[in-house]
């Protein structure tokens, strides 16, 4: 199932995450923010358990900001899961 997630507190503005029926990262993708660094970690993504990838980038910062790119992918993807029930 694909989802979206409008992005706060960030230069991207949305990630849209496409989760296999058993939480696996299928594909990744984020509008807005560092071109070449967030399609790097969309590609790294791809295959990885969604828990994981929440796990290694939940909390990660930005500068001064609380939250990161990287962070906002997290929220995506536990809003992807929870809204699958996983």
Known sequence: MTHTYQNRGVCSRSTTVTLSENGIIQEVSVVGGCNGNLKG????????????????????TCGPRATSCPDQIAKALKAALQEEGL
Do not use: H, N, S
Not at 51 to 58: L, W
């Open 41 to 60: 970690i969309c590609q790294l993504l791809q295959g990885m358990p969604a828990t994981e990838a929440i796990r290694r980038m939940e909390g990660t």
